[in-house]
Each structure stands twice: as C-alpha cells, then as structure tokens.
C-alpha cells in the first residue's frame, strides 16, 4: 500500500493582529487544525469562500511560512525534523502555480531566462546550452513556442502567462503541484484549457496536485476528494463525487447552491441561499463556526464545537451528521 506523498496533522497558523501602538488586540487563526493527505497521483481539491484560510495552508504546505502547531510530512518524513539539504530536495518537489501569473513572474526577466534559472540553481543541469534546450522543449510542451523565451511577461496574454506559471512549476520535476486558483483569473473558455493541460501533465509525469479554489463545481470535475474549509476548519472531506451529489454538510450544501447557473431559465433562483458574511476571523462564533449563517442551527450548534467525525475518506463537522 502506498503512502502519502504529503500529509498535513492539525496544521495551525495565527496571526497576531496589533494596535497601531503595537499592542497585541487579537489572534487571526488563519488555519486552525488542518489535517488531510495527499495521495500519488491524487488531486486533493481544497475549496471555500475568500478569507477561509486555503491560501495560508497553501503557503504552509509548502513551507513558505512557519506554522504555529501540527506536523507536515513528504514521503513520511516529517518537514520540520529535516536538514537543509532535505529541504532543498522538498523545495525542488513541492512546488506552487499562483492565482495571478503577472504578479508572480519577474516582469524584468525574459521568460527563458526565468526558466532556466532554477535548473541552473540547483544544479540539476550545468550548462546554459542544456538548459535552453530544456526549457525550450517545456515550453512547446505547455503550449507555448521556444521563441517565447526571449519575451517578457506582458507580452504575454493571460493564460498564456498562466502557462508560462505552469512551465516554472514543473521545470524542476516535481512529485506536487500546489495550484493556488490558478484558473481563477482567466475566462472561462482559457480557464478550461489551462485545467485540461494541468491534466494532462499530470497523467504524463505522475504529479499530484492540491487544487485549491473556491468552485466547488469546477473541482468536483477534475478532483479525486475535495476538503471544504470554513474559517481555517475543515467542515468536510470525503471523495469528490459523493460529496458534489450528496453534501452532508450545511456549508458544503450552500457552496453547491451558490454555484451561478449559466442559463437563467434553469436557474433555480428560489434555491439560491443568502449566506451573509462570513464572520470576522478575529472574533470567530463560539460553538459550530458555521451557526450564525447555517439554516439548520440548533441551540446545541451555539454552544457546542462539532469534532469531524466520519468512517474512512467521509468525515463531517456537524452535530446534525
Ligand atoms: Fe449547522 Fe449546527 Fe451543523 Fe454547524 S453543527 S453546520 S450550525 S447544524
């Protein structure tokens, strides 16, 4: 039986919100007791609105940040526990797309260049001639042309810049890829053809991906479980389809029904929840976090913080389940 290429045990991250004097007024927890596992070739998608702590994991997993409690492990060894030269073998592994390609490329570098770099960095080739090459055959493979080597950044359309983000991911072979929404900025009809290339890479070269986005939708498609996040919680996880055709929880259920329907005349208007706002993470509910927006709150929610709990991939955060 295979083990997990990467797995996270109740990961937390808090920040210290402070006075413009410096006093300390408040803990932010951005993540708070994340646990999942990422199998080979698995996609793990993560969703939940704005401000539900998926960007903060996505920076602890790859250990952009420190985090505040819990352990991380790659290939069963723990992160923390490792040498530096470990380390660099994880930073070449674990590696991320960003949300937006234009602010994540050096726009003062050609892309060759930029593309290059970390192969020569690390040593994985010696020569610049090598590298090119290398480079070179990533680029047509994304979809791009070995000419696009000598162009800058803006000179490239968005989702051509996105696969330019894809190529510098996987310039240095990775086992993961982190996607961070990375379709989120594009149109719809690019949107596909970055996720369906994202596929195909991934059959190609044995990668496993954490799709991180707040379409629950569009990650039911692609994901082989989904974990739902609500103010840094997992609320949900369970395998991607069960969870799409039969949500258990609230949360998850109103993320589904908030899902804009293409043709107004299916649109099942009267089915479209009010969820509010999302509550301040500096002050977040006692009890369920999910109880001042969740139409099925009881008093017990108030009072009472559900544990998850389920059998095997399906597990629950919910008095009700
Ligand atoms: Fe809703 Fe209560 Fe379940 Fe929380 S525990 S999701 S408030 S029913």
Same mark, same amino acid.
């Given at each position: 039986?295979?083990?997990?290429?990467?797995?996270?045990?109740?990961?937390?991250?808090?920040?210290?919100?402070? @006075?413009?004097?410096?006093?300390?007024?408040?803990?932010? #927890?951005?993540?708070?007791?994340?646990?999942?596992?990422?199998?080979?070739?698995?996609?793990?998608?993560?969703?939940?609105?704005?401000?539900?702590?998926?960007?903060?994991?996505?920076?602890?997993?790859?250990?952009?940040?420190?985090?505040?409690?819990?352990?991380?492990?790659?290939?069963?060894?723990?992160?923390?526990?490792? #040498?530096?030269?470990?380390? @660099?073998?994880?930073?070449?592994?674990?590696?991320?797309?960003?949300?937006?390609?234009?602010?994540?490329?050096?726009?003062?570098?050609?892309?060759?260049?930029?593309?290059?770099?970390?192969?020569?960095?690390?040593?994985?080739?010696?020569?610049?001639?090598?590298?090119?090459?290398?480079?070179?055959?990533?680029?047509?493979?994304?979809?791009?042309?070995?000419?696009?080597?000598?162009?800058?950044?803006?000179?490239?359309?968005?989702?051509?810049?996105?696969?330019?983000?894809?190529?510098?991911?996987?310039?240095?072979?990775?086992?993961?890829?982190?996607?961070?929404?990375?379709?989120?900025?594009?149109?719809?009809?690019?949107?596909?053809?970055?996720?369906?290339?994202?596929?195909?890479?991934?059959?190609?070269?044995?990668?496993?991906?954490? !799709?991180?986005?707040?379409?629950?939708?569009?990650?039911?498609?692609?994901?082989?479980?989904?974990?739902?996040?609500?103010?840094?919680?997992?609320?949900?996880?369970?395998?991607?389809?069960?969870?799409?055709?039969?949500?258990?929880?609230?949360?998850? #259920?109103?993320?589904?029904?908030?899902?804009?329907?293409?043709?107004?005349?299916?649109?099942?208007?009267?089915?479209?929840?009010?969820?509010?706002?999302?509550?301040?993470?500096?002050?977040?509910?006692?009890? /369920?976090? !999910?109880?001042?927006? /969740?139409?099925?709150?009881?008093?017990?929610?108030?009072?009472?913080?559900?544990?998850?709990?389920? #059998?095997?991939?399906?597990?629950?955060? /919910?008095?009700?389940?």
């Amino acid at each position: 039986m295979s083990i997990p290429v990467l797995e996270g045990r109740g990961l937390k991250k808090r920040y210290p919100v402070k @006075t413009p004097l410096g006093r300390v007024r408040g803990v932010v #927890r951005a993540v708070d007791g994340v646990t999942f596992d990422l199998m080979p070739s698995e996609i793990l998608g993560v969703v939940g609105e704005s401000g539900c702590g998926k960007s903060t994991l996505a920076r602890l997993i790859l250990c952009l940040e420190p985090f505040d409690g819990g352990q991380l492990f790659f290939m069963g060894r723990e992160v923390r526990a490792q #040498r530096e030269r470990e380390m @660099t073998d994880f930073r070449r592994k674990v590696q991320i797309v960003f949300q937006d390609p234009f602010s994540s490329l050096n726009p003062r570098m050609k892309v060759g260049n930029m593309l290059m770099e970390p192969l020569l960095a690390h040593r994985v080739l010696h020569s610049k001639v090598q590298a090119r090459k290398e480079v070179a055959g990533l680029l047509e493979r994304v979809g791009l042309s070995p000419q696009d080597m000598d162009r800058y950044p803006h000179q490239f359309s968005g989702g051509q810049r996105q696969r330019i983000g894809i190529a510098r991911a996987l310039v240095l072979n990775p086992l993961v890829v982190v996607a961070d929404e990375p379709t989120s900025s594009l149109d719809v009809f690019v949107q596909a053809q970055v996720v369906n290339l994202m596929l195909d890479l991934m059959e190609e070269r044995g990668l496993s991906y954490i !799709f991180i986005s707040h379409n629950l939708s569009l990650v039911g498609q692609i994901a082989q479980r989904i974990m739902v996040l609500y103010l840094g919680q997992v609320m949900e996880v369970g395998p991607a389809r069960q969870l799409v055709e039969n949500p258990l929880h609230p949360y998850t #259920r109103l993320l589904l029904d908030s899902v804009p329907v293409p043709d107004p005349t299916k649109a099942h208007l009267d089915r479209l929840p009010s969820l509010g706002d999302v509550p301040s993470p500096l002050n977040p509910p006692p009890g /369920c976090p !999910f109880h001042p927006r /969740c139409p099925r709150a009881q008093e017990l929610c108030e009072r009472e913080k559900p544990t998850l709990r389920g #059998r095997g991939d399906r597990q629950v955060a /919910c008095h009700l389940v």
